[in-house]
């Protein structure tokens, strides 16, 4: 079977889009943080579309290409998807074997494309996403659980931490 992480960071990426389109109103969102010492939204949602790129391309046999060239982050996302989706499936055969190379801070990793994507990609691009996600909420943005996995759906206003009156 041939590995299309394709598959998995394109739609994660169009929910991510989807969710800058809900915080447009919210410009203070993007230099917002979690922590002092943690990435700012911007920088968050920078790195989620690098894993995906940092992922994608060398399971695919390509150089690692980048679309951060100072445009907007809607920009970048398109520009990712429409690269990603680009490439043949053809591609990836042979993906989950194939040696794959990256820098995980200071340390250079190789791993066969198959450790490659789920012990190091997904988790990286995931965290990242997550931390986005988990900044836009905590500066009040209108956003929940089915804008991060795409199926979850829920009455407005409903919470499990205070349930509806009966």
Known sequence: MTMLPIAIFCPALRRLSAMLDQ?????????????????????????????????????????????????????????TIAYLEAIPEPAFEGAAERLCHDRAGFADIALPGDAFLHLYILPNFYFHFSMAYAIARSCGAPIGKGDFDGYHAYAPGFSFESPAAS
């Open 23 to 79: 915080l447009a109103s919210q410009p203070q969102i993007l230099q917002a943080r979690l922590h002092p010492d943690m990435l700012p939204f911007v920088a968050q949602v920078n790195a989620a579309i690098s894993f995906a790129l940092r992922g994608g391309c060398p399971l695919a046999g390509r150089a690692v290409v980048s679309f951060n060239d100072g445009g907007s982050l809607q920009r970048q996302i398109a520009r």
